[in-house]
């Protein structure tokens, strides 16, 4: 028992969640939370920002799959497990408790491209960098999500994070505010934290590392990601909705899941998985146009248990 403790710490430490000492004895961090703040609401367009080089193979990957969380009539005819049942255990959060302070839910839909092919900002970019990038979309109503190609290094990246969620002040009324989201491509820079389990990884269990479903480790890595952010963005847009821990680092919807793909998942095991017969692929999710996609289990707030859809 004492190695399995150790090697789910090392696990953990690869997440890159690092959870403050608590210093705040009124409040309690082992339960997961509505801090009384707003959830994203209403009809919200996730519009792309593509910053480097991405193949159109590459970018249609994350369109599918963003276009595929929409519960509409076309993404409901996918054959489950879908997509858009993944992303019902997030509806729940707009159910689950009188308490939050909204009448609507939220609904989905793809936005635009922006596509920067010509690194007008560099390959090394700081938060700011991001923020500046993130503008570039449309900002009522809009997550705006920026997503950085295998060449381009992070402020953060690789070191304690694969991706992160933010606001930054809008361009329209005074004190405006919008939500955005950036990812990067891990493939050449550190798969084996940031896209496990298609790649071995640096600590813990080393497995055989999983086929990628849409059969490139970089982009199913930031597929992944993305959607973990996703969900966070959601449920905790401001830092004052949905969380587990210190608002400084707090675990969400999707990062109080993370390395939980299946039922039976345990450090190193993602868990139990569909494999396409075909490629030998592995996924738990089903999109549009045909995808296959692995996604991480979300916090469920009424079974308080990370939900797998296999």
Request: aromatic letters at 10%; hydrophobic letters at 35%; glycine letters at 10%.
């Amino acid at each position: 028992m004492a190695s399995l403790k150790l090697v789910y710490l090392l696990l953990l430490a690869v997440t890159f969640v690092c959870l403050e000492a608590r210093t705040d004895q009124t409040e309690d961090y082992t339960t997961f939370q509505y801090h009384k703040g707003a959830l994203l609401t209403g009809d919200v367009t996730i519009n792309l920002i593509w910053y480097g080089k991405f193949k159109p193979s590459q970018r249609a990957i994350v369109t599918d799959f963003v276009a595929s969380l929409s519960s509409s009539r076309r993404s409901s005819m996918v054959q489950n497990p879908s997509v858009a049942t993944w992303w019902k255990t997030v509806e729940k959060y707009y159910h689950v408790s009188k308490t939050v302070k909204t009448t609507r839910g939220l609904t989905l839909s793809l936005g635009e491209h922006i596509i920067d092919e010509g690194y007008t900002m560099g390959k090394s970019l700081t938060e700011r960098n991001l923020k500046a990038l993130a503008a570039k979309g449309g900002q009522s109503y809009a997550v705006n999500v920026v997503l950085t190609s295998s060449d381009v290094t992070v402020q953060g990246f690789c070191m304690n994070r694969c991706g992160s969620h933010g606001t930054s002040s809008g361009s329209g009324k005074k004190g405006s505010r919008f939500a955005y989201i950036w990812v990067g491509n891990s493939e050449t820079q550190c798969p084996g934290k940031c896209a496990w389990p298609f790649h071995a990884p640096v600590y813990g269990p080393q497995s055989p590392p999983l086929v990628a479903p849409n059969n490139d480790v970089g982009l199913d890595g930031m597929v992944i990601n993305l959607a973990s952010l996703l969900a966070g963005t959601a449920t905790n847009p401001f830092g004052d909705g949905y969380y587990q821990g210190p608002k400084t680092a707090p675990l969400e919807a999707g990062s109080a899941c993370t390395g939980v793909y299946g039922k039976g998942s345990y450090p190193g095991y993602a868990g139990e998985l569909l494999v396409d017969g075909t490629t030998g692929a592995s996924y738990n999710a089903k999109g549009l146009n045909g995808r296959k996609y692995l996604l991480p289990a979300l916090y469920d707030l009424k079974t308080s248990s990370c939900s797998t859809l296999f």
